[in-house]
C-alpha cells in the first residue's frame, strides 16, 4: 500500500492525513487536505468501487468451488418383451461420479480472479489519484480567483479615487471635463471585471465542493499558498521516480492479468478424468455388483491451441502498451520539466522586478498627473500595465503549481513537504 499512502495521501501541497471525517468541509473557509479529505469519502465515483469488489469476490468463490459430485440411477431391461416383460430381468444401477481437475486449473482460475482483483485496486487508486489532482487543481483555481478578486477590487477602488480627483480637476477648470467621461467609462468597466471576478469566485467554489457532491459550500474562501514554489530537482532524478507513475503500474496489474489468463489457457490442455462407482442389482437372479467407470476426452491439446495461442499475443501486447507508455510518459516528463522551470523562472521575474518596477512607475505617475506633467490617458496606462503584470504573476503561479502536480503524478510521489517562497 506504499503506493497509496506516498502518492495518494500525499499527492496535494500539503499531506493528506487519514483521520476520522465528520462533515463535509468547515464553515466560513476551507484548506486542501479538508477538500481532499471530503472528496475521498463523499465521492460517488469512488463508492462504486465497493460493488465491483464485491462482484469479484463472489466469483473467486466460484473459481475456489472443487468440482461437484454427480448422483446418476439407470433402469434398464424394464418394459420389453418376452422375457423381458414387466420387471423380473430389470438391472438397476445407481452410481456417483466426479471429476479430478488435472493441469492445476483449479490454482489457475483463482490466479485470474486475484489478478482481476489487483487490477481492479489499481484502478481504483489510479481513479483516486486522478480525482484528488482534479480537487488539487480546482483549489488552486479558487485561490487564483480570490487573488485576481482581490486585484481587482484595488483596482476599482483606484478608479473611483481617481475619479474623485479628476472630478476636483474639472471644477477647477484644470483639465477638460472629456478626461472626467473617460474616467466614468474606465470606471464602467473595471466595475464589470469586478462583478466577473465575484462571480468566477462564487463559480469556482460550486466546482470545488462538487467533487464531494455538495451543491450548497458551506465555506467562503479558500485558505493556500498559491505562490509556493516546488525545491529544485533534476530531470535525471525525475526519470528515476518514473516507474511509480500510477498509469505504469495499471499496466504492470494488466500484464500479470494477461499471465493469469495465459496459465490457465495452458491448464487447459490436459482432460480432465471423469470417474464414477456405484451399485447394479440384478434383478433376474437377486445378486448386486459394483460398477467402476473412467473416462477422458480426447484431443484437448488440439482444442486449447487456439486460446493459448490469444492469451499469449494479449501478453505480449500487454507488455508492448507498457514499454510505449513509458517512453512517452519520459517525454512528458522532459516537457513539464522544461515548461516548470520556465514558469518559476517568469514568476521570480514578474514578483522582483517587473511588479515592483511598475509600482513605482504609478507612484511617479499619479504625483506627476496631481502635478500636471502627466494627462489621464499616461495615468491610465499605468494602472493598466501594473494590473496586467499583477494578473501575469497569477498566471504564472498557477503555472507552477499546474506543472509540480503533474509532475508528482507522473512520478508517483510528492517531491517534500517543505516549500520555498519568493520575497514579493
Not at 486475484?114 to 484502478?123: G, N, P
Not at 504609478?362 to 500595465?385: K, N, P, V
Request: aromatic share 4%; charged share 25%.
Amino acid at each position: 500500500m506504499r503506493f497509496f499512502s506516498t502518492v495518494i495521501a500525499r499527492l496535494a501541497i500539503t499531506i493528506l492525513c487519514y483521520s476520522p471525517w465528520v462533515t463535509a468541509a468547515p464553515t466560513e473557509s476551507i484548506r486542501l487536505d479538508d477538500a481532499l479529505k471530503a472528496t475521498l469519502q463523499y465521492n460517488p465515483e469512488l463508492s462504486g468501487y465497493r460493488f465491483k469488489e464485491d462482484a469479484l469476490k463472489g466469483e473467486q468463490q466460484t473459481a475456489a468451488l472443487r468440482p461437484e459430485y454427480r448422483l446418476a440411477a439407470e433402469l434398464e431391461n424394464v418394459a420389453g418383451s418376452g422375457e423381458l416383460r414387466g420387471t423380473q430381468a430389470s438391472e438397476l444401477t445407481i452410481a456417483v461420479s466426479s471429476v479430478i481437475e488435472l493441469g492445476d486449473k483449479r490454482d489457475a482460475r483463482l490466479g485470474v480472479v486475484t489478478a482481476r482483483q489487483q487490477q481492479l485496486q489499481s484502478e481504483q487508486r489510479l481513479l483516486t489519484l486522478d480525482l484528488l489532482s482534479d480537487v488539487t487543481r480546482q483549489f488552486l483555481q479558487l485561490i487564483a480567483a480570490q487573488e485576481q478578486l482581490a486585484i481587482r477590487t484595488e483596482a476599482d477602488q483606484l478608479a473611483r479615487n481617481t475619479m474623485d480627483s479628476l472630478r476636483k480637476l474639472v471644477q477647477a477648470g484644470r483639465i477638460p471635463e472629456a478626461e472626467l467621461l473617460r474616467a466614468e467609462a474606465g470606471l464602467a468597466r473595471t466595475s464589470i471585471a469586478l462583478q466577473q471576478a465575484r462571480q468566477q469566485v462564487r463559480g469556482e467554489r460550486l466546482r470545488l465542493s462538487g467533487y464531494w457532491a455538495d451543491p450548497t459550500p458551506d465555506f467562503q474562501t479558500a485558505q493556500g499558498d498559491l505562490y509556493a514554489l516546488p525545491p529544485s530537482i533534476s530531470l535525471p532524478e525525475l526519470e528515476s521516480r518514473l516507474d511509480a507513475n500510477p498509469d505504469l503500474t495499471m499496466l504492470a496489474t494488466e500484464i500479470d492479468l494477461r499471465a493469469a489468463e495465459l496459465r490457465e489457457a495452458r491448464s487447459n490442455r490436459r482432460g480432465d478424468l471423469e470417474w464414477s462407482a456405484g451399485i447394479r442389482r440384478l434383478e433376474e437372479t437377486g445378486d448386486s455388483a459394483a460398477v467402476v467407470g473412467l473416462s477422458m476426452p480426447l484431443g484437448t491439446t488440439k482444442r486449447a491451441t487456439g486460446v493459448i495461442a490469444t492469451a499469449t499475443a494479449q501478453q505480449a501486447g500487454a507488455e508492448q502498451a507498457h514499454r510505449s507508455t513509458r517512453i512517452r510518459l519520459q517525454a512528458e516528463l522532459a516537457g513539464l520539466f522544461e515548461e516548470q522551470q520556465q514558469a518559476v523562472s517568469e514568476l521570480e521575474m514578474l514578483r522582483t522586478r517587473v511588479v515592483p518596477a511598475l509600482k513605482r512607475a504609478l507612484q511617479e505617475t499619479a504625483q506627476g498627473f496631481d502635478l500636471g506633467r502627466y494627462s489621464y490617458l499616461e495615468l491610465t496606462l499605468a494602472q493598466g500595465e501594473l494590473l496586467d503584470a499583477q494578473l501575469a504573476v497569477i498566471d504564472a503561479a498557477q503555472r507552477v503549481q499546474y506543472t509540480r502536480i503533474e509532475l508528482e503524478r507522473l512520478t508517483g510521489a510528492a517531491f517534500t513537504e517543505q516549500h520555498t517562497e519568493v520575497a514579493p
